[in-house]
């Protein structure tokens, strides 16, 4: 993968959403009925992949819905991205509670980076490791990682 690949799928490429502007009906594992965008309000989290439509051009899934991705950075301030401190952290991506508009690329949800919720989650790409010819690397994985209530 091109590095400018990668920045492309981790900081976006100005669509609305990883599938392309204008919510669509079962694309993401949000509460459609909360504001007739359509028929499904699952009212859970889902396994990642359920939702092959909502894919990025990049292959990606579940960005949208589903549960909110954590950011490293902060809410207040977006470039400080340090591992320590109590300052509230961004979350990206909407969850199975919300709607389209908390589903959107561009919204910036925030949370105080103590709190747990089974609509959070950790997300990384995991990079494959080299083929046997050592040749560059076409493709990454999206891993999640639950955070159940304490």
């Not at 909110?68 to 109590?86: D, F, H």
Request: glycine share 12%; proline share 6%.
């Amino acid at each position: 993968m091109k590095k400018s690949t990668g920045y492309k799928i981790s900081r976006g490429d100005g669509r609305e959403y990883p599938w392309g502007d204008g919510y669509r009906a079962g694309f993401a594992n949000i509460d459609e009925t909360a504001t007739d965008a359509g028929p499904t309000n699952l009212s859970e989290t889902t396994a990642v992949g359920l939702y092959p439509h909502g894919a990025s051009p990049y292959g990606v899934l579940d960005m949208a819905g589903n549960v909110w991705e954590w950011c490293l950075n902060e809410y207040q301030k977006p470039e400080r991205t340090s591992v320590g401190g109590n300052a509230l952290r961004v979350l990206r991506g909407g969850s199975w509670v919300g709607d389209p508009d908390s589903a959107r690329a561009a919204d910036r949800g925030r949370l105080d980076p103590g709190c747990r919720s089974s609509m959070l989650v950790f997300v990384w790409f995991v990079r494959p490791p080299l083929s046997a010819d050592h040749s560059s690397i076409d493709h990454w994985s999206l891993t999640h990682c639950s955070l159940s209530a304490a």
